[in-house]
């Protein structure tokens, strides 16, 4: 009988927000063909927010808001729009050899999001679940999760967030109007939670750590070995992640979401210019939630005729038509449907 290998755990404890990136990038860029499954676990000892590996932040982030707030804007290797990461949060972080992931990355969100619902339901959430690439509870994401592929190795990145300040994180954001953000908010605050909101009183890094060990240890049948990261081993990996990430920043990068912002994988909303003027929209799940052109005469007739409908333009150009001039009915149909069209894809 084949004895289970054990997972082998890595503490990196509380690092910069700098270090913290280059250091799961780099582990993941040294992995060797025979590695194990490791799990590299740590806090970022700063609040910064995070742009996804392809991420353009220039477009997505008020750069000059983050700056004068303090906060560090950083890229990972991971997928995604913009996060917030709080200091202290707990962060783990899964490696392994690409070559032994049958289903590729199928395969490290599965293991690493079964992962993170065990810690939430050992801590007392039993109605956390997956959608997708997040992590949802009572209807709202908690958690969200990305992976990527640095040579032979893979890597699957979630953090379990503690306080989600929405403000902060609001000012951080391109807004096109102070009405974007004002939209933006409360769908932040409806989309969003987090660990002390949903659990009260809130549990403290120990907890996360233990449940996490407790989970990894039902996962494979074997308790974790815990491997020491020694100060050489520690810089040999940031300096690697650093060059990484570096080659990144040279790369093409673009909007997470054109003209918007994804809330969730339901929620998106976008402002954009129309020969109507400011056009916004809230989209939720596929139907239109909220909508305002600037132009009164159009948004009047937006009001009685489009909230509830599908954001295609068939459907929106049939509705408009009763009610605007057909070029009209075109152009904003056509608008909303291509913003739509870029969030449709999973």
């Known amino acids: 009988m084949i004895s289970p290998v054990a997972p082998v755990w890595v503490d990196a404890g509380r ?8 250091l799961y990038t780099g582990m993941a860029a040294c992995t060797r063909d025979d590695d194990p499954v490791r799990v590299l676990w740590m806090q970022s000892s700063q609040d910064h927010v995070s742009v996804g590996a392809s991420q353009d932040p220039g477009a997505d982030l008020d750069l000059a808001g983050c700056a004068k707030q303090g906060i560090p804007v950083l890229r990972r290797p991971l997928g995604g729009g913009a996060v917030w990461v709080e200091a202290d949060q707990p962060c783990f972080f899964l490696v392994m050899p690409r070559h032994s992931l049958a289903r590729g990355h199928r395969h490290l969100f599965s293991m690493g999001m079964g992962l993170a619902v065990a810690v939430l339901r050992q801590l007392g959430l039993d109605e956390a679940e997956t959608r997708s690439q997040d992590i949802w509870v009572r209807g709202r994401k908690i958690m969200g999760t990305g992976a990527a592929t640095l040579e032979k190795g893979c890597v699957f990145g979630a953090s379990f967030l503690l306080r989600f300040p929405a403000e902060r994180f609001l000012a951080c954001i391109f807004a096109p109007s102070d009405g974007y953000r004002e939209w933006v ?11 002390a909101r949903e659990m009260i009183p809130a549990p403290d890094n120990d907890a996360f750590r233990s449940a996490l060990f407790a989970a990894l240890r039902q996962r494979f049948g074997v308790p974790p070995k815990t491997l020491e990261l020694t100060e050489t081993l520690r810089e040999a990996w940031i300096t690697r992640g650093r060059e990484e990430l570096e080659d990144l920043e040279q790369g093409d990068t673009r909007p997470a979401v054109p003209s918007g912002i994804r809330i969730n994988r339901v929620n998106h909303v976008f402002e954009t210019s129309s020969r109507c003027g400011r056009l916004r929209l809230h989209v939720a799940g596929t139907a239109i939630r909220r909508i305002w052109c600037e132009e009164p005469r159009i948004n009047e007739v937006l009001q009685e ?27 904003i149909s056509c608008r909303v449907d291509a913003l739509y069209r870029g969030i449709r894809t999973p």
């Open 15 to 22: 690092v910069s927000a700098q270090s913290m990136h280059a």
């Open 185 to 195: 908010l409360p769908a932040l605050r409806e989309g969003v939670t987090d660990c």
């Open 305 to 331: 005729r489009v909230i509830g409908l599908a954001p295609e333009r068939l459907v929106l150009r049939a509705s408009l038509s009763q009610g605007l001039e057909l070029s009209l009915a075109d152009e």
